[in-house]
Every structure is written in structure tokens, then in C-alpha cells.
């Protein structure tokens, strides 16, 4: 007896040892960059964001700001995971620091599900959120395919100032009455309700736990007295049981009934996107030829051979994949199209070497070398590519009329790892020019 109660001292004081410890431990919320355990074929080959825009990088509690963005469905998709067949439209942040107010996809409503995107086609993603939790938060948008889960853009961070308490969501039903908070509102309600049932779990549980529990009644199975594990008062109480359980159910029915007599049941329709936004224009056409990552240099270099099937000159102006923005900084075009506020994080200073950036005229077809090189493709885990059994890349490739007009096409293909470093497209340009001054 003295033995088993100091197990149970024993014991007791190491659960609150475990709970104090506990208590000491810093745990804070998870801040960002959780898109970087994507493995980079999911992000290189699925949807490449671009024309992301956040309103507002401070905003108050209970203020209201949108992001925009464009993002186009690779037709390289992985067949590793799902197509877009079944998708939702949402925002990446940790956890519930912001409310979302409204949102779209292709200006149609996201309220629910869309179902058959097409790969090969832009959209245009819009989602209005409202501040709710202090602090500084990393927010992307996001679109999340069914089985295959969510597929990111590039994040900025969005300060929240205020305090939490002063938060509100006020909205009017479709009978006209008007919920001051939808935050809070049912809570009491809902509380009142799970505190009833466990209530109820808990007298059934300390039935059965005052009563002699595993030696007694294994003993009795082993003998044969079956008869003696459940008595006629354990039945009488099991029904009393089903009894108070059957009418409670009844009784919030009814009540329920009675309270809300407009009742609509949960919407599981799936939309539908049957308007597209205006395709950006198709003038030029590009393969892979080759493609690398040089290892030592942390450079992607593309050989591409790009076709001007259009009728006006163009001119390369931005590689873009998996959010990194790497840009022609010698095409004002190109570089007028990064906003000055864009998170420099996503476009990498060194931006994007062309062995040859004259204009493409018209019906020219031209092998061209492009480098993408930063340490960016290290910091965003986007080089095990090199070690995937099914080893390619994807991206989008912005060319540029003289006047600003965007042409964007996709490039895909495989790609090869090498270890040592190789001749940079900026390299190879410097000795054209040199040669053609010499002659």
C-alpha cells in the first residue's frame, strides 16, 4: 500500500515537473518561408505567379486591403500530382492573423470551389483581407489543388498595429439582421452546448471508473463469469443514458428550429470558370535546348531557341519561376515593370544575362543563351532538382515590345546538374562584342 501511494507521489510530481518545463519553453508563431519545403518541381511546374501586388504593407485592425496577382497553369505539370481539376482559392499566412472579406478568380466569386482549370491558360486572382492579429506577418497568395495541396506566390510582409481586442466583423444576413461581430458571434452558444455533452461523457465515464476495472474482470473472464461484467443496473443507467442523450438531441433541434425558421443548408456546389481574362499576346515561341545548373556558381543557364512569330521586334526582358523575378536590367521595359516597392527578396540584383540581347525582328529564329544566376536559388531550396529522378524546371519568359507590350511564353525541360563552373552568357557576350571591335 505505502509503496503504491508513493507511485502515485512519484508520478504526480513528474507531471508537474513535465508542465512546469513546458511553461519555461519560448514557443512562438511560425513566421514565413514555409513554401521552401515544397519540393521544386511543385513550384517550378505547376503555377507561376506574376503581377503580384499588395495594396498596403502597414495597415490598422479591422482595415481592409487586397492582393492581386495573375498566375498561369503550366502545361509541363508534374504528373506527379493532381491537376487542377478541383481547386480553392485562399491566402498563405500563419495561421488566422487576418480575416478575408471577399476573393475571386477570373472576377468570378471564390466563395466556394472551382473545378477545371485549364492548363495553358493566365488567371487573375483577387482577395480582399482585413487586419486581425497584431504583428508581422508573411503573406502569399495561394491556390490549393485538391490532393496535391497548396501552391504559393511570393510572400511580402504585412504589418498589423492595433490591438486585438478592438477587432470586428460586422455583417447583415439575408433576413436583414445585423451580427455586430461574426467572430464571436454563436460562441456562447456553441460553448454552452460542448460543455452539456461533456458533461454527459463524464458522469458515463466515472460510472464504469468507481466501479472495479481491469484485474476484477479479466479474473471473471477467466473463470467463466462473463454474467458478472455488466449488471442490471449497468443497463438501467445505459438506458437512462440513451434516454437523456435522444431527447437532448430533440430539444436543440427544436430549438434550433423555432430560432432560425430561414435555414440554408451548406453549400457544396463547385464553380465554374467559364470566362477567361484576355490572354497576353502570343508572338514568340521558345524550346530548351539545354539547360544546367551550375553548381559552384549557383547560375541556372538556359539555352533557348526563340522564334518572333509576330510582326513587331521583340526584346527578353524577365526569367521567371517558382516567384524569382530575374530581370533584364539593360531593357527599360523590363525594368519599368518591377514596381519599386516589390520585395527585393523575389528579384535577385544580379538579374538576367543574355549572351546576345539584341531585338528579335520579326520571323527571326535565334539561339539564345540566358543566366539566371543567384544565391537565391540556394536560400529558396530550389536546387535538389539535380538529385530528383525526374529532373526538370519550368518558367515563363517575358519578351517586350518597344512600347512596354508584354509577350510571355513557358519554357520547360530537363536540366543537369554540373560541378564545375561554367562560361557565363554575360562572359560570352563581352567576347562578341570585343571581336567585333577588333574587326
Do not use: C
Request: net charge negative; proline share 6%.
Amino acid at each position: 500500500m505505502i509503496m503504491r501511494a508513493l507511485r502515485k507521489i512519484a508520478l504526480l510530481g513528474l507531471a508537474v515537473l513535465i508542465g512546469g518545463l513546458a511553461l519555461t519553453v519560448d514557443i512562438r508563431p511560425a513566421g514565413a518561408h514555409g513554401e521552401r519545403t515544397q519540393e521544386p518541381f511543385f513550384r517550378m511546374r505547376s503555377m507561376q505567379w506574376y503581377d503580384v501586388k499588395w495594396s498596403k504593407t502597414k495597415i490598422n485592425v479591422n482595415e481592409e486591403w487586397e492582393m492581386t496577382a495573375k498566375v498561369y497553369m503550366m502545361k509541363d505539370w508534374p504528373e506527379t500530382i493532381a491537376t487542377p481539376d478541383l481547386v480553392f482559392v485562399s491566402a498563405l499566412m500563419p495561421g488566422p492573423v487576418m480575416a478575408r472579406v471577399e476573393s475571386s478568380l477570373n472576377d468570378v466569386p471564390a466563395r466556394q470551389s472551382f473545378k477545371n482549370l485549364e492548363l495553358g491558360k493566365h488567371y487573375e486572382y483577387k482577395i480582399k483581407l482585413k487586419g486581425r492579429t497584431p504583428g508581422r506577418w508573411h503573406v502569399h497568395p495561394e491556390i490549393a489543388v485538391h490532393t496535391a495541396g497548396p501552391l504559393v506566390g511570393p510572400g511580402e510582409w504585412i504589418e498589423v498595429v492595433g490591438d486585438q481586442a478592438d477587432f470586428v466583423f460586422p455583417i447583415e444576413t439575408m433576413t436583414g439582421e445585423k451580427i455586430e461581430n461574426l467572430g464571436t458571434y454563436g460562441v456562447l452558444n456553441v460553448g454552452m452546448w460542448h460543455l452539456i455533452w461533456l458533461a454527459i461523457g463524464a458522469v458515463w465515464l466515472l460510472y464504469w471508473l468507481l466501479r472495479p476495472l481491469l484485474l476484477p474482470r479479466f479474473i471473471a473472464l477467466q473463470g467463466g463469469r462473463e454474467d458478472l461484467l455488466i449488471r442490471r443496473t449497468d443497463v438501467v443507467a445505459g438506458a437512462m443514458l440513451f434516454v437523456v442523450s435522444l431527447t437532448l438531441v430533440f430539444v436543440s433541434y427544436y430549438m434550433g428550429v423555432s430560432k432560425y425558421p430561414n435555414r440554408v443548408p451548406l453549400q457544396v456546389t463547385v464553380n465554374e470558370v467559364t470566362e477567361h481574362i484576355e490572354q497576353p499576346p502570343q508572338g514568340i515561341k521558345a524550346k530548351v535546348k539545354r539547360a544546367t545548373y551550375d553548381v559552384p556558381g549557383r547560375a541556372l543557364r538556359v539555352t533557348i531557341e526563340a522564334t518572333n512569330t509576330g510582326s513587331t521586334p521583340l526584346q527578353l526582358g524577365e526569367f521567371t519561376s517558382s516567384s524569382l523575378r530575374f530581370v533584364n536590367m539593360d531593357l527599360p521595359q523590363a525594368v519599368a515593370n518591377v514596381d519599386a516597392n516589390y520585395p527585393k527578396d523575389w528579384v535577385p540584383a544580379g538579374g538576367l544575362a543574355i549572351d546576345d540581347n539584341r531585338p528579335l525582328q520579326p520571323g527571326e529564329t535565334r539561339i539564345m543563351q540566358v543566366d539566371a544566376v543567384d544565391v537565391a536559388w540556394e536560400l529558396e531550396r530550389l536546387t535538389s532538382f539535380i538529385t530528383d529522378v525526374d529532373a526538370r524546371f519550368g518558367a515563363l519568359l517575358f519578351f517586350y515590345e518597344a512600347d512596354g507590350t508584354r509577350h510571355i511564353t513557358e519554357i520547360a525541360g530537363p536540366i543537369l546538374p554540373v560541378f564545375k563552373q561554367e562560361t557565363a552568357a554575360a562572359d560570352t557576350q563581352e567576347a562578341v562584342d570585343v571581336a567585333a571591335n577588333a574587326q
